[in-house]
């Protein structure tokens, strides 16, 4: 079985083409990277500057922000090597072109997304009896989804 990651699918025609996506990504990877790095170092600046912070707290955080920063490194490298062999640039390029594959991460999307908004909307409600807090902060994330959602419908509707 094939498993293509989620925002991997390309419509480029031909290998310069996805030459300067994979660029492009490269650039959204280190902004990423710049982000774990910013979260991790916070935390523990936040601890060094008094701010009374439980250890598994800390740990979140620096784990948080030192996972996307290797991930993003590890995703630059394999971007880099494949800039540089033309063989395998072709094969991720067709890899990630795949129809059949597009339809099956859009198949899968929706139902995670459904199953996120059914959990979180569940988590909310319960969660909410014991910290009610826990119902406004989600039940926001929840809004702030579907509202992103029907944004991008319409936007995606009258450019498509």
């Known amino acids: ?47 060094n500057q008094g701010v009374e912070l439980p250890d ?19 995703l630059i ?19 990630n072109t795949d129809e059949r594959l597009e339809l099956i991460g859009n198949k899968a999307s929706q139902a995670a997304f459904k199953v996120l908004l059914l959990g979180g909307s569940v988590t909310a409600l319960i969660g909410g009896i014991y910290e009610p807090v826990l119902i406004k902060v989600l039940l926001f994330e929840l809004d702030l989804f579907i509202f992103s959602y029907l944004v991008a419908f319409a936007h995606y509707k009258k450019r498509i």
């Open 1 to 47: 079985m094939k498993f293509r990651g989620l925002f991997c699918a390309t419509t480029a025609a031909n290998n310069e083409e996805y030459r300067k996506i994979l660029k492009k990504r490269n650039l959204w990877y280190l902004l990423i990277g710049a982000a774990g790095i910013l979260i991790a170092v916070s935390a523990l600046a936040a601890q």
């Open 77 to 95: 490298i394999r971007n880099l090597m494949l800039l540089k062999n033309e063989e395998k640039l072709k094969q991720d390029r067709l890899k």
């Open 56 to 74: 598994y707290i800390l740990g979140v955080y620096s784990g948080f922000g030192t996972g996307l920063v290797l991930g993003m490194a590890i």
